[in-house]
């Protein structure tokens, strides 16, 4: 590898986004004057990853990238943060994943339009094996299905645990899950995969079925819930004033994962990345609104966490 050794690698979807923010969703067939428009960088594993590194995780994008201006941007974009492009291959003659995202001002809500590209499958080679065998963690999002699932046989195989960010019910998801060892689904894919009729048993049916480590389903606004064998463990969701919550649930993925890096318990993991979540909602952009560690610490001392920096680096991973 030609920089140091990564703590995280991520495999999966790496979207362009644009947002605009609207004062409100408008009428079909009318015409509305924006209060803003930028280009951001997108996708679950890919803003986690991005996340992380801003907490100070040692990350890179395993990936295939268009050689484009989509693609060109994309892959400055992780540099600017810090995320190792080692990995990533671009290649030309084909089109990037690109989302139009429209952001509106009055309920904080998001509705998205995607084009996914014509991008060629992510295949490894012997170097990516190698980095995903020797990172702490590998991020997937059920994108790349065929490269994450190969990439999951190699953490298996070594001491690489799996944090697979299950937000979308795509098919064959089971070909993941059953390699997963940290499994964080939405409350929406909980219910939907297993058929049960709350969190609690959706968790526990996850849990009894693919065996991870651990089960955390995020519940939005309600904070969510962590299972591990024992009892059901809840934990709080942080109230802010949300302009952008777009790419939130991707940045808890990726604090989860940078906050297991610095040896957080399960529980105390729960609890940083919905605060650095929460702090994301706060601006706009998904990346860029991610937080800086220190910051985190404010903000959990002032929720009632005050000596939570001290007792969480003090815990391994239960």
């Given at each position: 590898?030609?920089?140091?050794?990564?703590?995280?690698?991520?495999?999966?979807?790496?979207?362009?986004?644009?947002?605009?923010?609207?004062?409100?969703?408008?009428?079909?067939?009318?015409?509305?004057?924006?209060?803003?428009?930028?280009?951001?960088?997108?996708?679950?594993?890919?803003?986690?990853?991005?996340?992380?590194?801003?907490?100070?995780?040692?990350?890179?994008?395993?990936?295939?990238?268009?050689?484009?201006?989509?693609?060109?941007?994309?892959?400055?974009?992780?540099?600017?943060?810090?995320?190792?492009?080692?990995?990533?291959?671009?290649?030309?003659?084909?089109?990037?994943?690109?989302?139009?995202?429209?952001?509106?001002?009055?309920?904080?809500?998001?509705?998205?339009?995607?084009?996914?590209?014509?991008?060629?499958?992510?295949?490894?080679?012997?170097?990516?094996?190698?980095?995903?065998?020797?990172?702490?963690?590998?991020?997937?999002?059920?994108?790349?299905?065929?490269?994450?699932?190969?990439?999951?046989?190699?953490?298996n195989n070594s001491d690489t645990k799996v944090?697979?960010?299950?937000g979308g019910l795509y098919e064959g998801v089971?070909?993941?899950?059953?390699?997963?060892?940290?499994?964080?689904?939405?409350?929406?894919?909980?219910?939907?995969?297993?058929?049960?009729?709350?969190?609690?048993?959706?968790?526990?049916?996850?849990?009894?079925?693919?065996?991870?480590?651990?089960?955390?389903?995020?519940?939005?606004?309600?904070?969510?819930?962590?299972?591990?064998?024992?009892?059901?463990?809840?934990?709080?969701?942080?109230?802010?004033?949300?302009?952008?919550?777009?790419?939130?649930?991707?940045?808890?993925?990726?604090?989860?994962?940078?906050?297991?890096?610095?040896?957080?318990?399960?529980?105390?993991?729960?609890?940083?990345?919905?605060?650095?979540?929460?702090?994301?909602?706060?601006?706009?952009?998904?990346?860029?609104?991610?937080?800086?560690?220190?910051?985190?610490?404010?903000?959990?001392?002032?929720?009632?966490?005050?000596?939570?920096?001290?007792?969480?680096?003090?815990?391994?991973?239960?």
């Amino acid at each position: 590898m030609k920089n140091a050794k990564m703590q995280i690698v991520g495999i999966g979807a790496c979207v362009m986004d644009t947002l605009i923010t609207v004062p409100s969703y408008p009428k079909e067939d009318t015409k509305l004057r924006a209060l803003s428009c930028k280009t951001a960088g997108g996708g679950p594993t890919a803003t986690g990853i991005v996340a992380a590194s801003k907490l100070g995780a040692k990350t890179g994008f395993v990936g295939v990238l268009a050689e484009d201006n989509g693609g060109h941007f994309l892959r400055d974009d992780f540099e600017k943060y810090g995320v190792n492009v080692d990995l990533v291959e671009l290649k030309g003659g084909y089109r990037s994943f690109t989302s139009t995202i429209w952001l509106a001002q009055d309920k904080a809500s998001r509705t998205c339009v995607f084009d996914k590209g014509n991008l060629p499958p992510l295949t490894l080679d012997e170097e990516k094996r190698a980095a995903i065998a020797d990172a702490q963690i590998l991020m997937i999002d059920g994108n790349e299905m065929d490269a994450a699932e190969e990439a999951c046989l190699v953490a298996n195989n070594s001491d690489t645990k799996v944090l697979y960010d299950c937000g979308g019910l795509y098919e064959g998801v089971e070909r993941l899950l059953k390699h997963t060892d940290v499994m964080i689904p939405s409350e929406e894919f909980s219910l939907g995969h297993t058929g049960c009729i709350t969190v609690d048993e959706a968790a526990k049916k996850l849990y009894e079925t693919y065996h991870p480590q651990v089960v955390v389903i995020t519940c939005g606004k309600e904070g969510g819930i962590l299972y591990a064998g024992g009892d059901i463990l809840k934990y709080p969701a942080f109230l802010v004033e949300a302009v952008d919550s777009n790419g939130s649930g991707d940045v808890f993925h990726g604090a989860f994962a940078a906050a297991m890096v610095k040896g957080f318990s399960y529980e105390d993991c729960c609890i940083f990345a919905s605060a650095v979540s929460a702090i994301k909602c706060t601006g706009v952009g998904a990346r860029e609104s991610v937080p800086e560690e220190d910051e985190v610490y404010r903000f959990l001392t002032s929720r009632g966490y005050a000596d939570f920096a001290d007792r969480a680096g003090a815990k391994g991973n239960q």
